[in-house]
């Protein structure tokens, strides 16, 4: 069987640390043949360190020497670049969110199917051992239909103080779209796709507009600080479902925490970590599995799914569709924060 040739777009932070690391370990299915980043000396010296031969200037020709590209570039140009490697004929692996805007999103799908090329966003949370076995476990009738969602990413102070995260210009908002996105579209995956009705959103910026702030991951500028740090909403879905949502890169909470709690009518459950809360016998019961340390991180995961589907070995978990439907919420609670009322979603 001949490889996959893989392409890296943007070769910064995520390129270098997650995509090229693990598709290096895939040596008998891939081959990263070629980089491109507008910083084409941080581009040469990527190709340098991880032994990739070709470095292009212009990502168009870097596509006819490829099958597949993956692009980390910052989200302001994931539709653009992504929709040219469609039409080149070429299978797309975007970071996330897969864009900015629904519209951006549409295109994108839209140039999958008309070139009948694979299109899929990096949300790995979808890989950890606790996302699978809360999955197998709704699957398998464990909480019933689920009613009530909560979700909560919360950081304590860790703005992030490199790159262009606090850029709205280049990344389109702030918490949300960085942190809050992966934990949205885990809920949505869960919840197997609930079709959203009602988005009440609020977000929050003067904590990292204040001047002189204790930040644990770095310094950032206040005065050129554009976009979210803390953002709450309340999403209503079509079929009764509702869930309280809130992410923040800030928060003046006690610590750090992630949570992901689904009440069903026959039961809840916890996915960090894995908890199920049922009635058996006359009594509540609270269960909780050992999720057994996986060998293999969810950044190789998301990476073998993309490279076996693209080789029409597996079918892809992350689907264009419902990355779709997180950007589509996440520009509704912008939207509703910034005319003050909630957006009905058609
Ligand atoms: N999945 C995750 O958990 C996760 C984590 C971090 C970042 N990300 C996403 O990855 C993407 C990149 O983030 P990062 O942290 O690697 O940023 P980064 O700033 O470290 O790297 C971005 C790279 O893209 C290059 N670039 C900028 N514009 C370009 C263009 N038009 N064409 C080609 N190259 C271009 C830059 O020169 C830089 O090398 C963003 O979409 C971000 O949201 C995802």
Not at 2 to 22: D, E, T, W
Not at 23 to 49: C, I, K, P, W, Y
Not at 153 to 170: H, S
Not at 277 to 284: D, F, I, L, M, S
Request: charged fraction near 25%; glycine fraction near 6%.
């Amino acid at each position: 069987m001949s490889k996959l040739k893989m392409g890296m777009i943007g070769v910064g932070g995520i390129a270098q640390q997650r995509h090229i690391p693990a598709f290096s370990e895939m040596g008998e299915q891939v081959e990263l043949t070629a980089v491109q980043d507008v910083n084409h000396d941080r581009a040469s010296s990527v190709a340098e360190t991880f032994n990739i031969p070709n470095v292009f200037e212009d990502y168009h020709k870097l596509f006819k020497v490829v099958d597949a590209v993956t692009i980390c570039t910052p989200n302001k140009f994931h539709a653009e670049i992504a929709i040219a490697a469609l039409e080149a004929g070429v299978h797309v692996l975007c970071e996330k969110p897969m864009a900015i805007t629904t519209q951006e999103c549409e295109d994108m799908l839209a140039a999958a199917e008309k070139n009948n090329r694979l299109l899929s966003i990096a949300y790995h949370y979808r890989y950890t051992p606790e996302a699978k076995l809360a999955k197998e476990a709704i699957l398998n009738g464990e909480i019933g239909d689920p009613l009530v969602t909560r979700v909560q990413a919360m950081r304590r102070r860790k703005v992030p103080g490199w790159g262009v995260f606090t850029n709205k210009d280049l990344q389109g908002g702030g918490s949300l779209i960085d942190f809050g996105c992966h934990l949205l579209d885990l809920a949505l995956w869960l919840l197997d796709d609930p079709k959203p009705v009602e988005v009440m959103g609020k977000t929050y910026d003067r904590l990292s507009k204040t001047p002189d702030q204790v930040n644990d991951w770095g310094a950032f500028d206040h005065e050129t600080f554009n976009v979210d740090d803390h953002v709450t909403s309340y999403i209503t879905f079509e079929n009764g479902l509702s869930m309280q949502f809130e992410c923040s890169w800030a928060a003046n909470i006690k610590e750090d925490h992630t949570t992901l709690s689904i009440s069903g009518v026959d039961g809840g459950m916890d996915v960090y970590p894995v908890q199920l809360y049922q009635t058996k016998h006359g009594a509540v019961w609270n269960s909780q599995p050992n999720v057994l340390e996986e060998n293999l991180s969810p950044g190789f995961l998301q990476a073998k799914n993309f490279v076996d589907s693209c080789l029409g070995e597996s079918e892809l978990v992350v689907k264009p569709d419902q990355a779709l439907k997180v950007t589509k919420l996440m520009e509704a609670i912008y939207k509703s924060n910034k005319i003050g009322s909630s957006v009905k979603l058609s």
